[in-house]
């Protein structure tokens, strides 16, 4: 009997594998290289305001979503990521709007706004008065920007199983492991919960829209969302995330120090990437001496966790395709090589129509050919009507 129950455990993958016509079962994609392609696309965003650019990365992100998302339910929340982004540009153009500094004879007079006189010691600032067609475009083209790196969160949050994300987190931050899950899972319940909110008021003949049915909806989808990332967090805590663990002090300290060390660096490498007139030090090899000291704290405080890990996902071709896609789009759009890095951030004094520069467009094309590199999400299996 144990003889051939091995044998049918062997054959099962193969007999599976024949069923569907002898190809294989897909899989999905290694939640890590989702995050690494999202930030690495959010990173060359933050490199331009030419709206062109930050529309066509727009039209990337949806392009990907659509075609990899599974049939998870925060898979299907993408949509109001878009909501929140187009809430930020609203926004950003009315607090330009009203926090208005005055226009040139050279701009273009859309309205005016009633002025509110300032003291002399908040000098610098302008409460109501004209408002020029210059200004609101800057303002929404800021704000667009932004909009841009959320919905590069927001997809990475729908594409990777935030999960299966947390299996692969380091050791050395076991002990934040709670906190952790929270953290990353209240988004996707958050986009659950407003799913399931709304199909109750549905069916309860409830009032779906507008800002009536707002009030009836926020208060339940937080509680909701909230209370089933710490339901996670419970569970995950009672199988031993959060503990003391047996580190030695000398160890705590030089895990923490380099942890330390390593976030200053990044965070100066970051200055120096997005800003010109840093030194050159201060750039690139800022970045990568604090991500090695990132990697060499998590390394070392990683030692003395002992885990296993079962069916850990695998790190194939299609995660090098998609992480490098999204890495090279980066890295082509901070190398200023074969374009005007002027292109990159137009200017609205004079007002001109923006160009469209060959090699960033082609950098954020390239970042779209995860919509196909990666695997296809398996289809939905539908029940036999007989």
């Not at 160890?251 to 390593?262: E, I, K, P, W």
């Not at 007139?277 to 070392?300: F, I, K, N, Q, S």
């Not at 890990?309 to 090589?337: C, H, I, K, Q």
Request: net charge positive; aromatic share 8%; with cysteine.
């Amino acid at each position: 009997m144990t003889a051939v129950a091995r044998t049918t455990m062997e054959a099962s993958p193969a007999a599976a594998a024949a069923g569907d016509g002898g190809r294989r079962v897909p899989r999905t994609l290694h939640p890590v290289a989702w995050w690494v392609w999202a930030l690495a696309l959010a990173t060359a965003v933050s490199r331009t305001d030419n709206p062109l650019l930050l529309f066509l990365v727009l039209a990337v992100l949806g392009y990907v979503v659509t075609a990899r998302r599974t049939e998870a339910p925060w898979a299907r929340g993408f949509k109001y990521y878009l909501y929140l982004a187009l809430t930020v540009v609203t926004i950003r153009v009315a607090f330009r709007a009203v926090f208005a500094t005055g226009i040139t004879p050279h701009d273009h007079f859309l309205f005016s706004l009633p002025h509110i006189p300032t003291p002399a010691w908040y000098a610098g600032i302008r409460i109501g008065g004209p408002v020029s067609l210059e200004a609101l475009l800057s303002s929404a083209t800021d704000g667009l920007r932004l909009a841009c790196i959320m919905c590069c969160i927001g997809a990475a949050n729908t594409l990777a199983n935030p999960k299966r994300a947390l299996r692969v987190l380091p050791g050395a931050l076991y002990e934040l492991g709670v906190a952790v899950t929270v953290a990353v899972s209240v988004a996707p319940q958050l986009v659950q919960s407003v799913q399931r909110v709304a199909r109750a008021r549905k069916l309860r003949a409830g009032r779906t829209k507008g800002m009536k049915a707002l009030r009836g909806i926020v208060v339940p989808v937080l509680e909701d969302a909230l209370e089933r990332s710490l339901r996670l967090a419970a569970a995950m805590d009672s199988r031993g995330y959060g503990r003391a663990g047996t580190a030695t002090r000398r160890s705590r300290r030089v895990t923490g120090a380099l942890m330390l060390l390593g976030m200053s660096g990044m965070c100066a490498g970051a200055y120096g990437l997005l800003d010109a007139t840093a030194p050159a030090l201060l750039g690139l090899p800022a970045m990568c001496a604090g991500a090695v000291l990132c990697v060499a704290g998590l390394r070392l405080g990683g030692r003395r966790v002992t885990r296993t890990t079962y069916r850990p996902d695998p790190w194939n071709l299609p995660e090098w395709a998609v992480a490098g896609s999204g890495l090279l789009s980066a890295l082509l759009l901070f190398s200023n090589l074969g374009y005007d890095p002027a292109q990159l951030n137009p200017t609205y004094y004079p007002l001109t129509w923006p160009g469209l520069p060959l090699v960033p467009t082609a950098a954020i094309l390239l970042a779209g050919t995860a919509g196909f590199l990666a695997p296809p999400p398996s289809p939905v299996q539908k029940a036999d009507p007989s």
